[in-house]
C-alpha cells in the first residue's frame, strides 16, 4: 500500500510568487491534515479536512494561505503570495478516522505521515 | 489549549545505554499522546500512542512509554540504544477528539555514540 506523497519534494521561489503543494493521502484515508515546521521551531498544526470539509483551520496562519480538499481525494495548498516568513517543510498526513466508543480507547486515529515539502522563499 | 514541552534539543546517549527522552503535556480534555520519530530525510514515523488503554504502551523498535497522569507526563525509553536509533524524536498529543490534529513538543535530536 503506498503511504501519504507530497508533490515536489522541494520548492524555491521568490517573495511574491505563488507556490502550491500537494499531498496525495493513503487511500481510503478520510482524514488530512496539514502541518508545518519552520526551522528551529516545532511542527505546527496548519488545518484539517474530513473528505472534503474543513473540520478545523485555526492553525492557517493567515489568508495567504489556501487549502483545498476537492472530491476529498489528494489536497493542495497554495500561498499566494509568499514571504520569506513561510520557508519550512509542510507535511502532510492522513488517517483512517475513529472508531470509539464513548471514553473508551482511540482506534484508526494514527496520522501517518507524508515525507515533507521544502519550501524556501528567497 | 494543549501543550506538549520536551526537555532537551538534544540527548547523547551511549551505544547500549538506556535511552530517556522526556515530555510533559498539559490538556484540558482526556489526552490521546503520541510518540512520533523522524530520520533523516524521511516522514514521521509513528513509534508509539496512548489511547486510555493501558498505561504502559510499547512501540516499535523496542521503545516503551508510560503514561502518567499525577506527572502529566509520557516519557519515552528503551533499554539499550542502538546506533541505527540516532534521530529526532516528537512528542504530540491531540488537540481535542480523537481524529483532531496534533500538537507537538519541539523535537529531541538523539545522538547516539559508539
Known amino acids: 500500500e503506498a503511504g501519504v506523497t507530497q508533490f515536489p519534494s522541494h520548492s524555491v521561489i521568490e517573495k511574491g510568487q505563488t507556490v502550491t503543494l500537494r499531498c496525495d493521502p493513503i487511500s481510503g484515508h478520510d482524514n488530512l491534515y496539514w502541518y508545518r515546521r519552520v526551522m528551529g521551531k516545532e511542527i505546527k498544526f496548519l488545518l484539517h479536512f474530513v473528505k472534503e470539509s474543513k473540520q478545523d483551520e485555526s492553525g492557517m496562519p493567515n489568508n495567504r494561505f489556501l487549502a483545498e480538499r476537492t472530491g476529498g481525494t489528494y489536497s493542495t495548498l497554495k500561498v499566494q503570495p509568499a514571504e520569506l516568513e513561510d520557508s519550512g517543510v509542510y507535511f502532510c498526513?492522513?488517517?483512517?478516522?475513529?472508531?470509539?466508543?464513548?471514553?473508551?480507547?482511540?482506534?484508526?486515529?494514527?496520522?501517518?505521515f507524508g515525507p515533507g515539502t521544502r519550501l524556501t522563499v528567497l | 489549549a494543549q501543550s506538549v514541552t520536551q526537555l532537551g534539543s538534544h540527548v547523547s546517549v551511549s551505544e547500549g545505554a538506556l535511552v530517556l527522552l522526556r515530555c510533559n503535556y498539559s490538556s484540558s480534555v482526556p489526552p490521546y499522546l503520541f510518540w512520533y520519530v523522524q530520520y533523516p530525510n524521511q516522514g514521521l514515523q509513528l513509534l508509539l500512542k496512548?489511547?486510555?488503554?493501558?498505561?504502559l504502551v510499547k512501540g516499535i523498535n523496542g521503545f516503551e512509554a508510560e503514561f502518567k497522569k499525577s506527572e502529566t507526563s509520557f516519557h519515552l525509553t528503551k533499554p539499550s540504544a542502538h546506533m541505527s536509533d540516532a534521530a529526532e524524536y516528537f512528542c504530540?498529543?491531540?488537540?481535542?477528539?480523537?481524529?483532531?490534529?496534533?500538537?507537538f513538543g519541539k523535537g529531541t535530536h538523539l545522538i547516539i555514540q559508539p
Open positions: 504530540a498529543v491531540t488537540r481535542g477528539g480523537g481524529a483532531d490534529g496534533l500538537t
Open positions: 498526513a492522513s488517517s483512517q478516522g475513529i472508531n470509539r466508543k464513548p471514553h473508551g480507547p482511540l482506534t484508526n486515529n494514527e496520522q501517518f
Open positions: 496512548y489511547t486510555s488503554a493501558a498505561t
